[in-house]
């Protein structure tokens, strides 16, 4: 390594990204929608699958499909009251 790479003004590695300006607004819809598609994911894989190889017939199957969604709502309740509360209780 030189003696000038090592100097605080020299900047040899820029950062690539660096013309890509996106809003708070951006960020935080795209965090919220990696959120959502990461737990409709889960409740795809851990309830509903697991609730529609559970039964052989297709009404069986149907309806443990809609009765599973009772299920997602109660969770997304959960982290909505989660979430209210940790707003109120912030500030």
């Known amino acids: 390594m030189h003696a000038r790479s090592r100097r605080t003004g020299d900047l040899r590695?820029?950062?690539?990204l660096?013309?890509?300006?996106?809003?708070?607004?951006t960020?935080?819809?795209?965090?919220g929608s990696g959120?959502?598609?990461?737990?409709?994911?889960?409740?795809?894989g851990l309830i509903l699958r697991p609730a529609?190889?559970?039964y052989s017939r297709l009404w069986e199957r149907l309806a443990a499909t809609v009765l599973s969604l009772y299920v997602l709502a109660?969770?997304?309740g959960?982290?909505?009251?989660g979430a209210l509360a940790a707003v109120y209780f912030w500030g």
């Open 52 to 54: 529609w190889t559970s």
């Open 18 to 25: 660096a013309w890509i300006a996106m809003s708070r607004a």
């Open 74 to 76: 109660v969770l997304v």
């Open 27 to 31: 960020i935080n819809e795209l965090v």
């Open 13 to 16: 590695v820029r950062n690539n």
């Open 35 to 44: 959120a959502g598609v990461f737990a409709f994911s889960l409740y795809a």
């Open 78 to 81: 959960v982290g909505v009251v």
